[in-house]
């Protein structure tokens, strides 16, 4: 069965300093990954999928097939990062997402 | 735009009462999902409709629970005799379709509260 792992409850950085949020996966097949963000008092929203190999708001995530991961990062913490961040999985040929249990990140000014 | 809209924000219920949960999903999107969120855990899939109808409802935790679609944009989570374990935040979400290149939307949930 297909398991989403965020070992990481709680992550405190400080302004500037790297941030690397960590996000196991366990599935059989050819996984869809994505980091989904919730800022204070604001809904869950989209941060970024692992095909578009985008950078937002500074973050990136590479997919680690070898590993089963798919980390966040960002070379320079600011204090608007602070939010709660979740990593999801897709599954061949359905359409809901498996989430992880989250990470709380706070950026210490 | 609008966003998804979920009514209403809280809920208090006792043991053993019936709710319903709404959930306005963005206009024209065809995909809405409802997910389920307890505390210290990430959203769990509940159920997804493709329209009208239910695509895939194997979230639903048993027959207490149910979702319906009926215009094929707004919807209604149902559930009959309510649990305390059933205390949770109740998300729902759309999206202009199904593939990879339409992310969900989500709404600011409803927080149901059993006593």
């Known amino acids: 069965a297909q398991r989403v792992t965020q070992p990481e409850k709680l992550l405190s950085v400080f302004k500037g300093a790297p941030v690397e949020l960590k996000c196991n996966y366990s599935?059989?097949?050819?996984?869809?990954l994505f980091w989904y963000v919730q800022y204070s008092r604001q809904r869950l929203q989209l941060l970024l999928r692992?095909?578009s190999r985008e950078s937002i708001k500074g973050f990136t995530a590479d997919l680690n097939k070898g590993e089963t991961s798919f980390h966040l990062k960002k070379p320079f913490a600011q204090e608007e990062d602070s939010a709660m961040y979740y990593c999801?999985?897709?599954?061949?040929?359905?359409?809901?997402?498996?989430f992880g249990t989250g990470t709380r990140l706070t950026v210490i000014p | 735009g609008a966003g998804v809209s979920q009514t209403p924000s809280n809920k208090v219920t006792e043991k053993g009462k019936y709710v319903e949960l709404r959930c306005d999903p963005i206009?024209?999107?065809?995909?809405l999902y409802w997910y389920r969120q307890s505390l210290g855990q990430g959203p769990e899939f509940l159920i997804y409709?493709?329209?009208?109808?239910?695509?895939?409802d194997s979230g639903l935790p048993n027959d207490r629970f149910f979702a319906v679609r009926p215009e094929g944009s707004v919807s209604t989570l149902k559930i009959q005799r309510t649990e305390r374990g059933d205390s949770a935040v109740y998300l729902c979400?759309?999206?202009?379709?199904?593939?990879?290149?339409?992310?969900?939307?989500f709404g600011n949930g409803t927080r149901l509260t059993v006593t």
């Open positions: 409709f493709q329209g009208t109808g239910a695509a895939d």
């Open positions: 979400a759309s999206s202009p379709g199904i593939s990879y290149n339409s992310p969900l939307h």
């Open positions: 692992h095909i």
């Open positions: 999801a999985l897709r599954v061949t040929g359905a359409n809901n997402l498996f």
């Open positions: 206009s024209g999107h065809t995909a």
């Open positions: 599935y059989s097949g050819s996984p869809e």
